[in-house]
């Protein structure tokens, strides 16, 4: 019989790859006898990051749960679907652990590891748990989060931290990642990122503060992830306002674009978050707004609690948003004390090495231990 492996189960956004590609990172370390695979969602963005990084996937037939008739028949047929691929992965792979990691791709895996038996590891991501965790949950052996879970105060047995991959830590010193990304040394750097598949709503209200309220940035130049297909809208708006701007679609070497930033705006993602901190980078953060339960503002509370980051409500228009989002990147654009003090902050808070102490775990229960 080979070598029992572990399965890395999320997807759908790079929230949910980032974190197991830096679980993967150390088990590669600690365990390099132990094969991994992920099992990812059919979505591009699972595959371009795994990929990239050079990490075998199985992309697994999944939607999400929904009541209404139409889209739970859906839900339905999904599962059964993803359910039979991810039982005969599993079996082929001949797991001994599955790394559960959030998003509704998980289910069907999860599903299918109890029908085999295989123990099942939850990393809950998000300080509120979602609905596909809280049903990993029930179904787990081990239950850790990478944040407190102030609304599920009992979920987890233990606390972890953010795992996060190397490649999000900047690699180099300030200059010398701006140097890499084509940004102008003797300038402040804002970094503005929607997370893996952008934001057109920040994207918006940066295109309206070039136009009313140029002057907040003197003395800047910006480096921008904007997602699919504004780049070169959002070119044009940078060039006709005179101010220097690297735009980019996509970063893999995303710490060379957190390395640069003295200042950045960004979605509250829980591994955004993460990545702001570890930077020790002052951050205005504005939490996806279609979330009925707005819980990305709730993996950026603690900091804002601690006045070392900002959070504002998108108001997905650009107009009520310059009163705002604007408003608040506009004062720490120009208040260069308070953003001192915030990376003051964020650089005394203490730093541990959750991916490498997830590895650990998962790879004692795969050698049965």
């Known amino acids: 019989m080979s070598v029992g492996s572990i399965i890395l189960a999320g997807g759908g956004t790079g929230g949910h790859i980032a974190p197991g590609i830096a679980i993967a990172e150390r088990l590669c370390e600690i365990a390099p006898t132990i094969?991994?695979?992920?099992?990812?969602?059919?979505?591009?963005?699972?595959?371009?990051?795994?990929?990239?990084?050079g990490y075998h996937a199985e992309p697994i037939p999944a939607e999400g749960f929904s009541p209404r008739p139409a889209k739970l028949l859906r839900f339905?047929?999904?599962?059964?679907?993803?359910?039979?691929v991810a039982h005969e992965l599993l079996r082929t792979q001949n797991a001994r652990c599955v790394i559960s990691l959030g998003g509704f791709v998980t289910a069907p895996v999860v599903y299918a590891a109890r029908s085999l038996k295989v123990p099942v590891f939850l990393v809950n991501l998000?300080?509120?748990?979602?609905?596909?965790?809280?049903?990993?949950?029930?179904?787990?052996?081990?239950?850790?989060?990478?944040?407190?879970?102030?609304?599920?105060?009992?979920?987890a047995t233990r606390v972890v931290g953010m795992p996060i991959r190397r490649v999000a830590i900047a690699p180099m010193d300030g200059a010398q990642c701006r140097a890499q990304l084509g940004?102008?040394?003797?300038?402040?750097?804002?970094?503005?990122?929607?997370?893996?598949?952008?934001?057109?709503?920040?994207?918006?209200?940066?295109?309206?503060?070039?136009?009313?309220?140029?002057?907040?940035?003197s003395g800047w130049q910006v480096y921008h992830l904007v997602g699919g297909g504004e780049r070169h809208a959002m070119e044009a708006a940078y060039?006709?306002?005179?101010v220097h701007a690297v735009v980019d679609s996509f970063l893999e070497k995303i710490g060379l674009a957190w390395g640069s930033a003295d200042l950045a705006l960004s979605r509250a993602g829980a591994n955004s978050v993460a990545e702001a901190v570890a930077n020790a980078v002052p951050t205005v953060f504005a939490p996806y707004p279609w979330h009925h339960d707005q819980h990305q503002k709730a993996n950026a509370?603690?900091?804002?609690?601690?006045?070392?980051?900002?959070?504002?409500?998108?108001?997905?228009?650009?107009?009520?948003?310059?009163?705002?989002?604007?408003?608040?990147?506009?004062?720490?654009?120009?208040?260069?004390?308070?953003?001192?003090?915030?990376?003051?902050?964020?650089?005394?808070?203490?730093?541990?090495?959750?991916?490498?102490?997830?590895a650990k775990t998962a790879a004692a229960i795969a050698s049965g231990d």
């Open 35 to 53: 094969p991994l695979r992920f099992a990812c969602s059919t979505r591009p963005i699972d595959m371009r990051m795994l990929d990239s990084a």
């Open 76 to 84: 339905a047929r999904a599962f059964l679907a993803g359910r039979s």
């Open 126 to 155: 998000d300080a509120t748990p979602g609905k596909a965790n809280r049903w990993v949950a029930k179904r787990a052996q081990r239950i850790w989060s990478a944040c407190e879970t102030p609304g599920c105060p009992n979920f």
């Open 183 to 217: 940004l102008h040394e003797g300038l402040r750097t804002l970094f503005v990122t929607g997370a893996s598949q952008g934001a057109k709503s920040l994207n918006d209200l940066l295109m309206l503060m070039l136009k009313e309220r140029r002057s907040a940035f």
């Open 239 to 242: 060039r006709d306002a005179g």
């Open 301 to 358: 509370q603690p900091f804002v609690d601690a006045r070392l980051a900002r959070c504002e409500h998108d108001h997905i228009e650009a107009v009520p948003n310059l009163a705002t989002l604007g408003s608040a990147l506009q004062e720490l654009l120009q208040d260069h004390q308070q953003r001192e003090n915030m990376r003051d902050g964020l650089r005394a808070l203490p730093q541990a090495d959750a991916a490498l102490e997830i």
